[in-house]
């Protein structure tokens, strides 16, 4: 019998549409860096498809996938239990299955909070929170679960900012509050940490959440979700402020490294992941 094997691992996505989705490029290096004989497939599922592309990964032995829009929640009926933030947060985005058993978990906050990590770390700080959207929601339940000392949201729509807020109260141990964001926002004085999670300066280097860049204060934490252009001109703005910027790319990454240690248990090399999208986003080193 040969000693030869020609059976990769198989991970991969599901979403739609799925085309701009580059997690397989970061993934597949770090992969192929570690040498991990293993596949991530970029598939594009529509929603009257998941569930049979679910019973697909189970058939077809994949140990793991991730789910983006507009997966997160329909994805939850189809699963057999569910991870801690992923039941407070109401969303799943990495999926992993073991014996033919699918655990549902979330990895946008925890991705979030590995790279906050490299910076500062969240207990006992005062954090600012713009958004109220699902990847708002996620950071603010990791932020609370990690002991965060209190979490104020802002957003366009402030019922939905009182729900994350709400959220947070009820299921952490952190105090959290909301307020409308009509107008420039102010950062409160004390805030240790700010957060711009909304998907303003997506795509657009000059884009900037409607922010009172004169109210952030030397010495915090400014933090940006968006991942493209990573230097987003509020990290900038921020940066020239004497803030300390981090940017969404080590949010994604992080994602990456996480959702491959629930599925392989193995440890893929940041570095390598960075590069890959620094390499497609054409983002230098600033
Ligand atoms: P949602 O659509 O769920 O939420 C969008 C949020 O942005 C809402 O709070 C919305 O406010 C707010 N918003 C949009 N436009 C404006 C504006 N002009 N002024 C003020 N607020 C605005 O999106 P997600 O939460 O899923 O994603 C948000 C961003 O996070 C996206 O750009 C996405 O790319 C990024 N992201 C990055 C990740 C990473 O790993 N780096 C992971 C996940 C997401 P309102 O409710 O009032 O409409």
Redesign the pocket.
Known sequence: MSTQNFRSILTGSFSTPCADNPTVVMIEAAYRHAGIDARYINCDVTAAHLADAVKGAVAMEWVGFNCS?PHKVAVIAHLDELAQAARIIGAVNCVSIRDGRLVGDNT?GK??LASLRDVSDPAGRHVFL?????????IAVELGLAGAGHITVV???PE?AATIAALVRDNTGCDATAGA?AGKARIPAGTDIVIN??????GDAQ?M??VDLDTLASGQVVAD????PPMTRFLREAHARGCTPLD?????V??GVIGVELWLGKTLDAGVMKQALRDIFGASDA
């Open positions: 829009l946008d991705g979030f713009l958004g109220a959207g699902g990847a708002a929601r996620a957003n366009r729509d939905k964001w999670a909304t998907s303003v300066g997506l884009a959440p409607d979700v968006i991942p493209n969404g790319l080590g949010m994604l992080n994602q």
